[in-house]
């Protein structure tokens, strides 16, 4: 199936964003790179690419971080959901990843508590000790 211009450029920021997510909290996880690189890889994008584009989230100053706005609410929440998967790869739901998943969530128009619900939603399920939904 070919895409039009707009699912190209959520498909585009969906990647850059599961990559701000790794980055988030300032730790390269192996588990979270691996994860990245294998939706990429189901995606279509570069193997060596999406590798560069971790390797340098820290040093590049062209890199944005704010939360990619989709072009529709299903892109928005898909993108939650992988977002949150990368977030729980290390096993830890950190308090920078939930502020950063709910800033996602706001910019696309959805309020925090459906934001929770959706990443509570994930395939992943639950982390061992929940999510901090206060």
Known sequence: M???????????????????????????????????????AEHGFNAAYVDASIDSVFENLHFLTAPPRFSSRPAAEAFLREAALVALCDGEFHPQE?????????????????????????????????????
């Open 98 to 134: 939930r502020e950063w998943l709910l800033a996602a969530a706001t910019a696309n128009g959805i309020d925090a508590k459906v934001a929770l619900q959706v990443i509570e939603e994930s395939p992943l399920g639950r982390p061992a000790g929940g999510f901090p939904l206060a």
């Open 2 to 40: 070919l895409l039009n211009g707009p699912e190209l450029q959520d498909r585009g920021l969906h990647l850059r964003g599961i990559v701000q997510m790794m980055a988030v909290d300032r730790v390269l996880d192996v588990a979270q790179r691996a994860h990245i690189q294998a939706w990429a």
